[in-house]
């Protein structure tokens, strides 16, 4: 079918004039022609965005593993479909073709079956980037289980939030992980974490860095011996269009984090089609995407959409600096990579480590560049264009969330012309709109608004998990019959998106969006600090970092200033993990608030980022007098 790969900007234009004139036909098209059901549907879309409400394929039957292995045996049965590319370059890579997949998914499957998951039940997985991640999300899929991973470089307290808020009653876990040259002790982070996890019956543990850990008799059980008595036959669970694939955590603006849930049908068919075209994938590419499979990228653009088009896809376990600047080039270089995935944090990072470690591999394989997580800076953009893609492999500049699923806004590679920092236009079957202050549409180009889309697409995520209500106010309740991403954007003069970053209080660090909410109570319960209050300010690598303002109660005052640092860290890490530790701290005798008490946290910002030439009239504030001290203090 023509319409699942375009070749230029004509036939781009042709699809999306289909795809939003008659939106239900075309992506009926999609989804009958390239996808394996087991029924068909008996209704494309039924959607009703006040409730709001959104279903797609009603009525039809299919596994999603059916159609990332299964159906790709008879064609594909030998070729490789995930490569492992593990955190030491001395150790080899594995590859695992379609078929030997489809023996460890229908295994891991069995296992599961065997300690009493079933359709419906959510496993949680908290595994480093190894081939076991993988396969047991797959195997949950096969099952019908609702898979919920957790990245592996959350805390135990996290952990635990995210395991009592789905009630997941079994955990895959390893015994430890690998990151660069440190090893990390998962399993004991699993321990602390399900002493407050009454629902966990089972733990599942495999073998990575081979070290003496607690196992819980009757609770803890090593992967390994279970899967060599396991059949390899399972056949797979038949599910609804519309019933839970997984739950993906997302941090919110305020309190817990929210259990995103995308079901399979549509999750299925988008992220699939998305892939095919924004990366160009033909058959026989070698494709990377250097996410973790805990967050919503490494789901779609690792597993699901590469997998479903049987494609080959790489599973990198370590970081881009170990053992030296050079990894990612040298893995491009092993493996002939074709596409290539990654952040603008990982791009940055290595930019300031110059070209020299770029200059010792042969590049040439690259075809088409991704940036994903947090919009590119032009630096950075030149940078990775120039050197990486050696002006020949288009960057892919993609803007989306782990609540759309898919890629939502972004160039075709070798179809729309690129202009640096900018995402360029929205992916076939996307309607975004600007909206401005008053809540109306605005209308024309070289505008800015609040980023809304106002038609449903098929990998929109359904519902917060256990909490609809939540789902409505966050996504729905600011502008009516509109989904709101939380995100600004400006439209240039020839209707190109550029995303100008949250609206709300969530910062985005090294691509990962964190919530000030959490972080502040995790602060505030320090027996020392009165309040505290978090914003982002400019970073050369990370885009964005964290500075914190924190005002003492009385008894804090005599204590050591660099030591409270220190125990403010180590509670954000307890908490939340490493990845939300602030860079900045900042001591106040109070925090500027308005008359009703909230903390003005955009003069915080202004602070932080240094701008304080126009701080607006702060004369209304209820404490002015502590704006000029913070100034004052600011940057020591």
Not at 60 to 80: P, V
Not at 209 to 234: G, N, Q, S
Not at 517 to 542: C, L, M, T, Y
């Amino acid at each position: 079918m023509s319409n699942y790969h375009i070749e230029n900007l004509e036939e781009y234009f042709q699809v999306y004039r289909q795809s939003i004139q008659n939106p239900e036909l075309f992506w009926e098209e999609i989804a009958k022609e390239n996808f394996l059901w087991r029924k068909k549907w008996d209704n494309v879309l039924t959607w009703n965005f006040s409730k709001p409400e959104v279903k797609w394929f009603e009525g039809a039957k299919l596994n999603i593993t059916e159609n990332c292995i299964d159906r790709h045996l008879d064609t594909r049965a030998d070729k490789t479909a995930i490569i492992f590319e593990p955190n030491n370059p001395d150790e080899k890579a594995e590859h695992i073709s379609y078929k030997q997949l489809h023996e460890k998914v229908n295994k891991f499957a069995n296992v599961l079956k065997s300690k009493g998951v079933k359709k419906g039940d959510r496993v949680c997985i908290y595994l480093p980037m190894i081939p076991e991640l993988a396969i047991s999300t797959l195997a949950c899929a096969r099952i019908g289980a609702i898979h919920s991973v957790v990245f592996a470089g959350f805390s135990a307290t996290a952990l635990a939030t995210r395991i009592n808020d789905s009630d997941c009653k079994l955990l895959v876990t390893s015994d430890g992980s690998y990151r660069g040259a440190k090893k990390i002790d998962l399993k004991g982070i699993v321990d602390e974490a399900l002493e407050s996890c009454p629902g966990i019956n089972n733990v599942l543990v495999a073998k990575r860095i081979h070290t003496d850990v607690f196992m819980k008799p009757k609770r803890d059980y090593w992967l390994e011996p279970l899967l060599k008595e396991a059949a390899i036959d399972c056949s797979a669970e038949i599910m609804d269009a519309e019933d839970p694939l997984f739950i993906l955590y997302t941090s919110g603006s305020t309190g817990t984090p929210k259990g995103m849930v995308h079901t399979t049908g549509g999750y299925m068919v988008y992220t699939a089609y998305t892939f095919k075209n924004i990366f160009q994938y033909r058959e026989n590419d070698v494709y990377w995407c250097t996410a973790d499979i805990g967050w919503i990228t490494g789901h779609s653009y690792i597993l699901y959409g590469p997998l479903c088009n049987g494609a080959t896809t790489i599973l990198y376990e370590g970081v881009p600096s170990y053992p030296d600047y050079g990894r990612f080039w040298e893995i491009v270089e092993k493996h002939k990579v074709n596409q290539f995935y990654t952040a603008p944090t990982a791009i940055r990072a290595l930019a300031k480590e110059g070209v020299s470690h770029l200059e010792k591999y042969n590049l040439s394989s690259l075809k088409v560049l991704g940036s994903v997580g947090e919009p590119i800076n032009e630096e950075a953009w030149h940078w990775y264009n120039d050197n990486v893609g050696k002006k020949k492999a288009p960057i892919a500049d993609t803007w989306w969330q782990t609540e759309t699923g898919g890629i939502m806004i972004s160039p075709i590679p070798y179809v729309t012309p690129t202009k640096p920092t900018y995402a360029t236009l929205p992916f076939i079957g996307i309607q975004p709109t600007l909206i401005n202050e008053n809540g109306k549409e605005i209308n024309g180009n070289q505008v800015s608004g609040n980023l809304c889309i106002k038609y449903p697409w098929p990998s929109m995520a359904r519902t917060i998990w256990g909490n609809h209500q939540r789902y409505k106010e966050t996504y729905f309740s600011a502008y009516e019959n509109m989904y709101f991403t939380g995100d600004g954007a400006l439209r240039d003069e020839v209707g190109y998106y550029r995303i100008t970053g949250r609206v709300d209080d969530v910062i985005i660090v090294s691509g990962h969006n964190l919530g000030t909410a959490p972080i502040e109570d995790a602060i505030n319960e320090h027996p020392a600090i009165a309040e505290s209050a978090i914003v982002g300010f400019p970073h050369s690598i990370k885009g964005n970092a964290l500075y914190g303002y924190v005002t003492l109660k009385e008894a804090g005052k005599n204590k050591e200033l660099s030591a409270l640092k220190k125990e403010i860290n180590q509670l954000i890490t307890e908490q939340i993990g490493p990845i939300a530790k602030l860079d900045k701290i900042q001591f106040t005798n109070g925090l500027p608030k308005t008359r009703s008490g909230k903390i003005m946290r955009r003069i915080l910002r202004k602070i932080a980022e240094k701008d304080t030439s126009n701080l607006g009239d702060i004369s209304t504030l209820l404490n002015p007098e502590c704006v000029q001290e913070i100034i004052d203090n600011a940057h020591n």
